[in-house]
């Protein structure tokens, strides 16, 4: 039983570029959540897709928009990146969170650095 | 506004004593309240998970405790073990999933020989 996965492991940009994180759920799940965690910092929640929409979402810019395939794997992707975007960027997958014990099965993470 | 807070922001302990990690919260409604263990560069593992109804819940050598009347959690850790050090994050749901999920900052432990 394969639990979450995540793609590229580590990831070097420059400011100004755009990019792309890949997210698989866990088996059973259907609903993804992505954060964003700084260095020292706890993981700060951008959004989460359920059905394919964006169900909720963080307070972040418009320049993180995701996606949510039918298989339901999911995409993150920043554009215009800042310096501050450097983070570990950690996707969560669950059950459809309607219930009070769902519990988040969090991936490896990526790590990004802007440069 | 909701917030999490734990305490201390950082742990150096002995390997085999115990120790008790706090966790504050003022996030409303509550819906859940989950502790994780996050080793440095990786994603968060689930350690325990409790409801309103619950106030405590084990897991092998984790007890987590919660009183909801003053909004407030501890993590005890039993004969820690070097394999304990890592960051321990406290998150507190207004509502299940990613809706309204406050993480705390975290409480750096460090096992020592």
């Known amino acids: 039983d394969a639990g979450v996965t995540q793609s590229p492991t580590h990831l070097i940009k420059t400011r100004g570029q755009q990019v792309t994180l890949r997210c698989s759920p866990k088996?059973?799940?259907?609903?993804v959540s992505w954060y964003q965690q700084a260095l020292g910092q706890g993981p700060q929640f951008i959004f989460q897709y359920y059905e394919e929409e964006e169900r909720q979402r963080g307070n972040f810019p418009d320049r993180f928009s995701g996606h949510q395939f039918p298989n339901y794997s999911s995409e993150l992707n920043v554009n215009a990146l800042l310096l501050g975007d450097s983070a570990l960027y950690l996707c969560?997958?669950?059950?459809?969170?309607?219930?009070?014990?769902?519990?988040?099965?969090f991936g490896p993470g990526t790590r990004l650095t802007v440069l | 506004k909701n917030q999490v807070e734990q305490s201390p922001q950082s742990l150096i302990i002995l390997e085999g004593k115990n120790c008790t990690l706090q966790?504050?919260?003022?996030?409303?409604?509550?819906?859940?309240l989950r502790w994780y263990k996050q080793d440095t560069g990786r994603g968060p593992v689930s350690l325990t998970i409790?409801?309103?109804?619950?106030n405590t819940k084990s897991n092998g050598r984790y007890t987590a405790t919660l009183d909801a009347d003053t909004k407030q959690s501890s993590l005890h850790i039993t004969a820690s073990q070097l394999s304990d050090s890592a960051s321990y994050i406290c998150?507190?749901?207004?509502?299940?999933?990613?809706?309204?999920?406050?993480f705390g900052a975290g409480t750096r432990l460090f096992v020592k020989a």
């Open positions: 998150v507190v749901s207004a509502h299940p999933g990613g809706f309204k999920t406050i």
């Open positions: 966790c504050n919260y003022t996030v409303s409604p509550f819906s859940n």
């Open positions: 969560a997958s669950s059950g459809n969170g309607q219930t009070d014990t769902d519990t988040q099965y």
């Open positions: 409790m409801t309103f109804s619950e």
């Open positions: 088996s059973g799940h259907d609903t």
